[in-house]
């Protein structure tokens, strides 16, 4: 997909809240059939607003970020 770059696998997945965990975000593009994840709330914020293929799913799960 030329619009988004594989970058790496950064977190683990876990089904609830357990400290300094951050929510993920769950997207579904109407357009090619495929799910986008962020943890970034503006970036959310921003595909909501701006990109209406984007079906947004709420928190998909919460995650440990690795630093």
Known sequence: MPLFEYQSSSFKALTSDRGPQEELYRFYNSATNSHFFTVSESERDTIIATLPTFKY????????VLG
Do not use: L, R, T
């Open 57 to 64: 799913e709420g928190v998909a799960f919460y995650v440990d």
